[in-house]
């Protein structure tokens, strides 16, 4: 017990031994010169760790459509096939549309082949389920004068969604307006993607490229689908979404005209390209209608589209005392971590490491020191005056000089 509070109330001081070996001495400075290369080079002028950074970008986005298109011998435009309308950072361009016209309440047999039948018995098997258009009624009706299909109520005629209908190709040259403004609360500081460098007569007649027109805010679809790898005539026939993302990645230390956007194109549901349950992206929606006597009817519109999210991203940094302090310490203090590594091939790996070890560690028990009297002052002091200089000769032995 005793023994243990002595073994606690002790002192471990440095004693430093200098070590007069070319290995050892080129380890030793190669390593700091490591450590200090990798903290000026990577962490303060790659990193910019003498930043604060903000990452908390605030961003608006607003687009517009235009283009006009054919489609069932009707010209489409922009308030036919861009929804929703509001012009917000998600909107959807429809490519393709199965219509089913004057719908009405009422009963009348399904649409799909699964719900083929010849007597009521082969329905019941549906009732208390959800069909595809409808509440199965447990009926088996006919559909034409040879088929008869399982009864449903509903919206009737139920919707026939298997015909094939090719896609509005003019959509690849409609174009997308993006216009997004952005602010780093931290600094604030706001910035648009309308550059000062833009004039007007630029904006009306640029589109955007990745070489030449990297700053124009007008894309035009089949560029965009075509940088997001994707094929158009495929997209278009099936849906999809394609992700434009807006970086803006902003050194304030630098002048504002380097902080500029950068734009991605990528397709953001690539899970659904590879499943073939559901592939693509479509969607249903009705208009609704009345008839003379007060009868509600809609017309059901399933519709193929290719929805576009605009995804803005960013961050932001400024000098600041703070952070180049901690660096520079935490830099300080790693220097340091060179000497460790060069204990561990000093002690283990060395020739001479017996010598080595019995000069580093060093005990000194305080019990000649008490009939010293004074001893206990004296013996600090020599310790820090007694450097050990450890010299190795090309053969790799160490000799080892000691001064008081
Ligand atoms: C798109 O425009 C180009 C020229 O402006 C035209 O040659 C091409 O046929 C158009 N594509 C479609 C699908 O209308």
């Known amino acids: 017990m005793w023994s ?6 002790t002192y471990e001081t440095t004693k430093s031994v200098v070590v007069k070996s070319w290995t050892i001495g080129i380890i030793n400075r190669v390593v700091q010169l490591l450590i200090i290369t990798y903290f ?18 605030e961003s608006s986005v607003m687009t517009k459509v235009k283009g006009f298109g054919v489609y069932n011998n009707r010209v489409m435009d922009v308030a036919d096939y861009v929804t929703p309308t509001q012009g917000a950072s998600v909107f ?37 389920k959800p069909g595809s ?7 088996c009706v006919h559909f034409n004068s040879s088929l008869m299909m399982c009864e449903i109520q509903g919206w009737c005629p139920a919707e026939i969604d298997t015909i094939t209908t090719s896609p509005m190709m003019e959509v690849e040259n409609f174009t997308i307006f993006i216009k997004n403004s952005i602010r780093f609360p931290t600094f604030n500081y706001t ?3 309308f550059l000062p460098t833009i004039t007007d007569s630029y904006i009306k007649k640029c589109n955007f490229d990745l070489v030449n027109n990297t700053y124009c805010p007008i894309f035009r679809v089949g560029d965009v689908v075509r940088y997001a790898q994707q094929n158009f005539n495929i997209l278009a026939n099936k849906g999809g979404v394609i992700g434009i993302k807006i970086g803006w990645i902003c050194d304030l230390d630098k002048s504002d005209d380097e902080c500029n956007p950068s734009y991605s194109f990528t397709r953001l549901d690539a899970m659904s390209q590879k499943n073939a349950v559901s592939p693509g992206y479509n969607f249903r929606f009705a208009k609704y209608y009345k008839t003379e006597n007060g009868t509600d009817y809609r017309t059901l519109v399933k519709a193929y589209a290719i929805r576009f999210d605009v995804l803005v991203n960013g961050n932001a940094g400024k000098f600041n005392m703070i952070p180049t302090l901690i660096n520079m310490v935490a830099a300080f203090t790693s220097v340091g971590v060179g000497t460790v590594l060069c204990d561990i091939i000093l002690l283990n790996f060395l020739k001479g490491a017996e010598q080595y070890k019995a000069k580093k560690f060093e005990e000194v028990s305080d019990s000649p020191l008490h009939s010293a009297g004074d001893g206990l002052y004296r013996s600090q ?3 820090r005056h007694d450097e050990t200089i450890m010299k190795s000769s090309d053969s790799g032995a160490f000799s080892i000089e000691q001064y008081s």
Request: hydrophobic share 30%; charged share 20%; aromatic share 14%.
């Open 4 to 9: 243990c509070i002595t073994d606690f109330f």
């Open 40 to 57: 000026v080079g990577w962490v303060f002028l790659y990193e910019k760790a003498y930043q604060i950074r903000d990452t908390a970008i």
């Open 92 to 128: 959807c361009i429809i490519t393709k549309m199965i219509t089913t016209e004057n719908q009405f309440q009422g009963y009348c047999p399904e649409s799909e082949t699964k719900y083929n039948c010849t007597h009521d018995s082969d329905c019941t098997k549906f009732l208390n």
């Open 133 to 139: 258009n409808g509440i199965p009624t447990g009926r």
């Open 191 to 193: 910035k648009g993607n």
């Open 381 to 383: 002091l020599s310790l």
